[in-house]
């Protein structure tokens, strides 16, 4: 009787896209970025009716931590800090607190060096307790400030 041995497999090569791919994927989220930012830009979200509406405000009446930020966007390309902050101040701060962490990735890469996107689960769940709360705050009469 014969023992049948494993062969031995050797290790598949590691796949990795190609950077020109990495390019055109910047590229492309890039200008429909820059593209999305043109029409809040040009097109005032509080005269326009073809932005989408928010679904639970419209259902509930009540504002959900994302109401106001398309008008926040406006106001900020438009350079009115202020009135950004009153139409959602979590969507002012989060832009902030987004630059501040991508920016070592950018700069990394620009430098050809490896970087990498990380979130850790406890700034998400974090994040996610501070847009509940903020949601609880804005709809509370002592806080009408917060809501647009």
């Not at 049948?4 to 055109?24: C, E």
């Not at 930020?69 to 701060?93: E, I, P, Y």
């Not at 996107?117 to 009469?141: Q, S």
Request: proline share 8%.
């Amino acid at each position: 009787m014969e023992i049948m041995r494993a062969q031995s497999q050797a290790v598949p090569p590691k796949i990795s896209a190609p950077r020109s791919l990495g390019i055109f994927a910047a590229i492309v989220l890039g200008a429909a970025a820059i593209g999305a930012m043109a029409v809040v830009f040009f097109f005032d979200p509080a005269k326009n009716n073809f932005y989408p509406v928010c679904q639970f405000h419209k259902l509930t009446g009540l504002n959900c931590p994302g109401c106001g930020a398309t008008r926040a966007l406006f106001a900020l390309l438009h350079g009115r800090f202020l009135q950004a902050l009153h139409d959602n101040a979590l969507f002012v701060f989060s832009l902030a607190a987004f630059a501040i962490w991508s920016a070592p990735f950018v700069w990394k890469k620009l430098r050809h060096q490896p970087a990498s996107l990380n979130l850790p689960p406890k700034f998400l769940w974090t994040f996610l307790g501070v847009a509940i709360v903020f949601a609880v705050l804005r709809n509370l009469p002592a806080f009408a400030f917060l809501s647009p």
